[in-house]
């Protein structure tokens, strides 16, 4: 889905949950069989996350525990780890925004295995594995992927021609290295969990 970052006003939480109601009632009216989850991608200031968490201020994946968050992508792994400490201390699951895309995981990937290894969970961007954003990123994800490192994918979508919503282009690329329930994880089971706010299971072993 189209990625969204939250404000910081006190009032984006309530304003997101009013606009998600007005456009399921529109939906409704004119009768589309779509169903709308409020949600945004919260950009994680190392320096006034748990303010905000306190100050319930962040809006979470469909009302769930998980909470779709990036970060500079220069920032030190050191303050990234600790950050994400930070939101699953206060109760929340962190899903962690195109990690490929991290300086500090391009050049140390044990950074993304400790955060599966604490139960985070890691959203790989389709551009990332398509090659669009660049060969550190490709080969990150690529490395992620081939050893199970992440949970879902995401469009990341930024608009209807270069970065879109489907994944039928993303097929080639998986295929040949993720086991098809693991595909499935990816692209519709977590997801599915995630708006359910259920446990995700551990992706399975990759098959030769």
């Keep these: 889905m189209p990625s969204r970052r939250t404000a910081t006003c006190p009032a984006s939480a309530a304003i997101t949950a009013a606009q998600t109601t007005a456009g399921s009632e529109l939906l409704t009216q004119e009768n589309i069989p779509l169903r709308l989850y409020s949600g945004a991608e919260v950009f994680a200031d190392p320096s006034n996350i748990r303010t905000l968490i306190e100050q319930h201020e962040l809006i979470t994946l469909g009302g769930s525990r998980y909470l779709l968050v990036e970060f500079d992508f220069g920032l030190p792994g050191s303050v990234l780890l600790r950050t994400l ?3 699953a ?3 929340l699951v962190p899903v962690v925004a195109h990690p490929e895309r991290y300086d500090a995981v391009q050049r140390d990937p044990g950074l993304a295995a400790w955060c599966f290894s604490r139960g985070m969970l890691l959203q790989l961007n389709k551009g990332s594995l398509l090659g669009l954003l660049g060969s ?9 992927l081939s050893h199970g490192l992440a949970h879902l994918i995401a469009s990341d979508a930024h608009d209807d021609r270069f970065r879109t919503t489907g994944f039928r282009s993303l097929l080639p690329v998986l295929e040949p290295i993720c086991h098809p329930d693991y595909i499935a994880l990816l692209l519709h089971g977590n997801p599915r969990r995630i708006l359910r706010d ?3 299971p551990i992706p ?4 030769d």
């Design 204 to 207: 399975p072993l990759q098959s």
């Design 89 to 91: 201390q206060r109760g």
């Design 198 to 200: 259920e446990p995700i």
């Design 136 to 144: 550190r990123a490709e080969d990150t994800a690529l490395h992620l």
């Design 85 to 87: 400490e930070a939101i």
